[in-house]
Nanobody, 121 residues
């Protein structure tokens, strides 16, 4: 069982920045950030491999968000810059013990409780 606890969410104006953190009991090979806006399906935002050498992003956040991990601290991060109102959602940290680091939800076996991010225009 992998326990995940997100923090760092909040309310910001468009153009602002937030840094999300995910404290984990352990980090699996693939780690990811997902988000879910009201009335929408949960979507993958960013994922990262074990060594951190490979990262993946949904097109809508490329160039604005950066995923990283500190394996010594068992912590996953998501730096979010140039935030837009459409980034408003609950953001979830998720752990994927497999070698496939794509955004397929079934790969991610463990989930945090989520943290709210609200971006106002």
């Amino acid at each position: 069982q992998v326990l995940l606890v997100e923090s760092g969410g909040g309310s910001v104006q468009a153009g602002g920045s937030l840094r999300l953190s995910c404290a984990a009991s352990e980090l699996t090979y693939c780690m990811g950030w997902f988000r879910q806006a009201p009335g929408k399906e949960r979507e993958g935002v960013a994922s990262i491999t074990g060594s951190g050498t490979a990262t993946y992003y949904v097109d809508s956040v490329k160039g604005r968000f950066t995923i990283s991990r500190d394996n010594d601290k068992n912590t996953l991060y998501l730096q979010m810059n140039s935030l837009k109102p459409e980034d408003t959602a609950v953001y979830y940290c998720a752990a994927n013990p497999f070698l496939d680091c794509t955004f397929a939800l079934y790969l991610y076996k463990y989930w945090g409780q989520g943290t709210q991010v609200t971006v106002s225009s």
